[in-house]
């Protein structure tokens, strides 16, 4: 699997978020309060909200349009909603933010 990398750790707030622009879509790269990175399609399974701009909490995000809970880990949304935002493969090496460059999104299960 090849590698792309994004920017540094430091880059990204604690409890924020940066967005790249993917071969289907924005991809939203989010950062807990404890530095683990998750990514999603910015797009929420609801409406399309942007999920990068939501809130973050715990392994979490809010939809800014409806407050769908997401939970970063798998793309799921938090019962009773349903729906799943794609995820990414993503990871933290020596203080670099890298996403998986691969011919298919990673799904939700």
């Not at 920017?7 to 790269?29: H, Q, T």
Request: hydrophobic content about 40%.
């Amino acid at each position: 699997m090849n590698w792309l990398d994004i920017c540094a750790l430091d880059d990204i707030n604690p409890l924020g978020s940066r967005v790249i622009a993917g071969p289907k879509g924005d991809i939203a790269i989010f950062r807990t309060s404890d530095d683990e990175v998750f990514a999603l399609d910015d797009r929420c399974p609801h409406k399309g909200g942007p999920l990068s701009q939501g809130l973050i909490y715990g392994k979490r995000v809010a939809c800014p349009l409806h407050n769908w809970q997401i939970e970063l880990a798998s793309g799921e949304a938090v019962a009773p909603d349903q729906g799943c935002a794609h995820r990414h493969e993503v990871k933290v090496e020596e203080g670099r933010v890298l996403l998986a460059l691969r011919d298919s999104l990673a799904h939700c299960a």
